[in-house]
């Protein structure tokens, strides 16, 4: 356990549904983040969550909409979305954004499939 | 900004052989390394990770070099076992206020 807990880890929704994924760190870390994995490629970074204020959106479409009401909580709301966002969704913290080893604590990913 | 090269992109070693893996990195200023292991049905988790003030960091059977003026750096793991199968990330950062950069993955196969 990396002290970082996801739910649902498993979700199946169709391009007109409204869903929500959650992230909960129980380490007391200060940053949060959204990733992406798809097959055969690169993690890709969607939102960054420092002091509950966002100070990175990797030019993330307007379908997926991040909330993080404090430090240790973070969620995806998602809506409308395409074949294409079916994925691996994780999520991360550590201490801060600005040191320079900062390591990354992830869970264990929400694996989207949307039909 | 920062873009890391990883390779090979698959890797398939007998038991006991050493694997290597290597990634590139173009922003010189980057000064953090980390490695991450992802195992099936796992997120990715730190196994070592180097600075860039050293040169070599090694914790039992990985090891980590870094070659600052290659813009390089590699992970080792000698005498591998099947649990060391799994999909391994390298990244880097600087000492800024931006988030890890990672490269695409290598995909380790150790057969028994």
């Known amino acids: 356990e990396t002290g970082v807990t996801q739910t649902p880890r498993h979700l199946v929704m169709g391009m007109t549904n409204k869903k929500s994924l959650k992230c909960e760190q129980h380490?007391?870390?200060?940053?949060m983040y959204w990733y992406k994995q798809s097959a055969k490629k690169p993690l890709e970074l969607m939102f960054v969550?420092?002091?509950?204020?966002?100070?990175e959106n990797n030019s993330v479409p307007s379908r997926f909409s991040p909330e993080c009401p404090n430090s240790s909580h973070l969620f995806l709301h998602l809506h409308t979305l395409q074949p294409e966002d079916s994925a691996l969704y994780l999520c991360?913290?550590?201490?801060?954004?600005?040191?320079?080893?900062?390591?990354?604590?992830f869970g264990p990913g929400t694996r989207l499939t949307v039909l | 900004g920062e873009n890391v090269e990883q390779h090979p992109s698959t890797l398939s070693v007998q038991e006991g052989d050493s694997a290597v893996i290597k990634c590139t990195y173009s922003d010189s200023a980057s000064n953090y390394f980390p490695w991450y292991k992802q195992e099936l049905g796992k997120g990715p988790q730190l196994i070592i990770d180097i600075r860039s003030n050293v040169g070599e960091k090694k914790d039992q059977r990985i090891a980590v070099t870094l070659n600052k003026t290659a813009k390089h750096f590699s992970l080792h793991i000698t005498e591998t076992q099947p649990e060391d199968s799994a999909v391994y990330f390298c990244a880097s950062k600087n000492s800024g206020n931006t988030p890890l950069v990672f490269g695409k993955g290598t995909r380790l196969s150790v057969i028994a």
């Open positions: 969550y420092n002091f509950k204020e966002q100070t």
């Open positions: 380490l007391g870390h200060n940053a």
């Open positions: 991360a913290s550590s201490q801060g954004t600005s040191a320079s080893y900062n390591e990354q604590f």
